[in-house]
């Protein structure tokens, strides 16, 4: 089973996200996708380290070509989280470049084919009516249609909002 779980930034999308993987059956394995870039980006993945502490997940990092994710042993993968995944593959030194959809959606498949339930974490980046420069308008158009894909192929699709768990598509969890 594939659940996407989406929504703003901030609006509890990583709770709901380990709530789900935690119901469901077996070991999870928390793929964190977040380069520790700048110190930003190194406060937030402290934060979300502190948020995971003692809630059993085993963790690894894993920056791009997701179908490689060592996932030996785990029954659910909560990949934490989309949009950090296809920055990685479109603009990171060892991603993808051009070939981010065969990559990630590629590798996707590849681990629901392992027999892994998954639940994959997606930012909505579209609300806001900015217009932006070339390569951001390219990244957004990108995820809009990653995320439109995962959100096909998944049995569910929940929206977080304000915490809250909105169901857009599938039976509650």
């Known amino acids: 089973m594939?659940?996407?779980?989406?929504?703003?930034?901030?609006?509890?999308?990583s709770g709901i996200a380990e709530?789900?993987?935690?119901?469901?059956?077996?070991?999870?394995?928390y793929a964190a996708t977040m380069l520790p870039d700048g110190e930003e980006g190194k406060e937030r993945i402290a934060r979300h380290l502190k948020l995971r502490e003692?809630?059993?997940?085993?963790?690894?990092?894993?920056?791009?070509?997701?179908g490689e994710l060592p996932c030996q042993g785990a029954d659910t993968l909560l990949i934490e989280c989309l949009s950090n995944l296809l920055a990685n593959e479109m603009f990171g030194g060892n991603g993808a470049k051009e070939g981010w959809r065969g990559s990630i959606l590629g590798g996707i498949s590849a681990l629901l084919g392992k027999g892994k339930n998954i639940v994959i974490v997606t930012s909505d980046v579209f609300a806001d009516g900015g217009r932006?420069?070339?390569?951001?308008e390219a990244y957004a158009k990108a995820l809009g249609e990653l995320n439109c894909s995962v959100a096909?192929?998944?049995s569910v699709v929940v929206e977080a909002v304000a915490g809250l768990k909105v169901y857009l598509k599938g039976k509650p969890l």
């Open 2 to 13: 594939m659940v996407l779980v989406t929504g703003a930034a901030a609006g509890g999308k």
């Open 19 to 29: 709530e789900i993987a935690l119901g469901l059956s077996g070991r999870v394995l």
């Open 54 to 66: 003692g809630k059993g997940f085993n963790s690894v990092d894993h920056y791009v070509r997701i």
């Open 132 to 136: 932006y420069k070339a390569g951001t």
């Open 152 to 154: 096909a192929a998944s």
